[in-house]
Each structure stands twice: as structure tokens, then as C-alpha cells.
């Protein structure tokens, strides 16, 4: 009996085209670049099942915090992503936070007296050369030379600004672009601190400080509570440098979702190098002012907390995994998601197309 495969393919205007492909047999060839296809699975011999005891080969492999993440925002856009690995493809927003991020980290290969924006600003338009020919920023260059330009330009604008709101001059990470990873609910997670700080205090005792760079538009939401949590936030995210008894809570599902990855860091960092994070931060460039650093604290039962958190992430990717219910969330996210013409919530003639599994089978509906 046949069924139905999707097929994601980047045309050369830089569109994406999906086909659904009548299928006789119960297999399919992964897609390049999925992760089935990066593991080379040997099928030969393997009887298959639909479910059951034998799924374990259906799971990923490691878990990253933007992973778990997508799990928690709609468990099947984790599906597209992660069990069926469909491209993704660049947009302007995403190649300005990569060609800024990369200015971050190179600036301090530099002493600290030439830390300026003068030297950071090339490695904008130096990154974008290395990068630019990868398939997945076709549709970026499909959008037209002067938009790339003012792609660029605004990039560089965006590390200009970085220059308001710290002073690298004045410090050296201890680490920059550091890779973590740990055995946590059963599963390996890992993935990439943007920065580490160490801070040595003048009694000489030491805090650790994660930094992660966001390039895109500060919270627009944050208002004097006085300390409250609005209703459904994990824990208060405070403005840096606001005084006592006049604290700034910063709440909504983006900061949300932006701190769970880094107390995910926190967790990996005590696990795997033993040290405490006492702060997470994030690091809102856009503007140039360092009101729109925020920050939150971590603390042993924060660690315990998002421990308790990934077990349940992971619990359910099992769950999911065996029965093939990989449910639709529509929320605010949606609008930027990619992958809205497979989904069921928003193309309703894909409500009946078969979900497969890894190996290319419909799992029972």
C-alpha cells in the first residue's frame, strides 16, 4: 500500500517548493543534509515497526536548548525540523545575527587597545564572503544586490551600536563560541555558549557570567511591576542596572525562550566543567543602550528546575516518537514559521497526508 512523501526543495529564485510524492514502497531516501542522512543508517536487515518497542532509532541522537525549544513552541515544528531534518533556509534577519555574532567573537582576537568598532566592522563583510554560496543564503541573494546591501549595512550598524552598550576593551571572556555537552534525562545535550565570562571580585571570590548576543528588536513589553511575575513566567527577568525596589520584569514567550536556552547552559556548564553560573544575560544590541541588557539569576534550584524541564521535554519527544502524534500548536510564533505550507494547522489539505517516521513509514493515524 502506498502513501504520501513531502519534499522541501529551494528553487533558484530562492523559493521554496514543496512536492508530495506518491510512494509504493515503505521507504524513503533521506533528504540531504537530514540527520538520517548525516548517520548513513544501515536499513539492511532491520525488520521495521510502526511504533512499539523498536523505536529507539526514530530519536535524535542529541538534544540543543533551540531544539527543546521547538519542541516546547509545537511539537510538530520540531518534527520538520529535527525527525524529518527540512531545510531551513536564511532570511535577512538571521544573516545579520550571524555575520554580528561572528564580529563579536573575532573582535577579541584583538589586544584590547584595538577592541574598537573600527576593526570589528570589516569582519561583517569579510564573514559574508566565506558564507554567502552555501545553498541555504540562496534566498537571501535571491532578494537582490541592494537588499544585500542593505543587509550588510545594517549588520554593521548593529555592531557599531554593540560598542554602546559594553566596553570589550575592559575585559577578556574565558571563553568564546564554547561547545557543552552532558548526559541529561537520557539523553546527550549540548550546544554553543556565545560567551563566558569570569569575574573576579575584589574579596577575590569568582562569578560566572553566561552573555548571549541578540541582534534582533528589544522586548517592547517591560513594565514596572515592582517585582511581580506576570501569570505563566518562569521567574522574574530584571533590566540590568535598575535599582532595588524599582526592578523591571521582562516576561514574553521570546525572552522566555531565550533564557530556558541559556539556564539549559547553566546546567551543562556545572555539569561539564563544575562550575557555578551565577548570572545569564542577554545582550540586545539594536538600540546601543545598556538598558536593554537584561538579565536573570541562576541558583541551584533554578539548575534543578530546567533538569526537571528537559526530562519532560524529552519524555514526551519519546512519547511522540512511538506513536507518531506530533501535535500542532498555533500561537504568535507562527507567523514567522517556515514550514506553515505542511502544516495542518494552517494547510488544511495537508490534514490527511500520512505522517512518516524516519525510515519513511506512515505511522498509524
Known sequence: ???????????????????????????????PGSSAAARGRKQTGRKKQRGGANFEH??????????????????KLFYYKTILGLPTPATVATCKGTLAHYAFEKIFDHPRGDRNAEKAIPYVRAHWEEISAKPEYAPVLAAGKDKVETMLAEAERLVERWFDVERPWNF???????????????VEVHGYIDRLDKVVRADGSVSWVISDYKTGKPPTYIAQRGGEVEPGVDGPFYAQGSSAGQATPITGPYVSKAFFGLNVYAFLAKKMLGIDVEKIRLIYVMNGRREDVIYQPVDEETLKKTEKTLDTVWRQIVKDAKTGNYETKRGPLCTWCHFQPECPAWAKEMANVPILNRDGEPYPR
Open 1 to 31: 500500500m502506498g502513501h504520501v512523501r513531502l519534499e522541501r526543495v529551494l528553487t533558484a529564485d530562492g523559493d521554496v517548493r514543496v512536492n508530495a510524492h506518491k510512494e509504493v514502497q515503505n521507504t524513503v531516501e533521506p533528504m
Open 58 to 75: 526514530l530519536l535524535p541522537e542529541r538534544l540543543s536548548p533551540s531544539r527543546a525549544s521547538d519542541y516546547q513552541q509545537c511539537p
Open 172 to 186: 577578556d571572556p574565558a571563553e568564546r563560541e564554547l561547545y557543552v555537552k552532558a548526559k541529561a534525562a537520557g
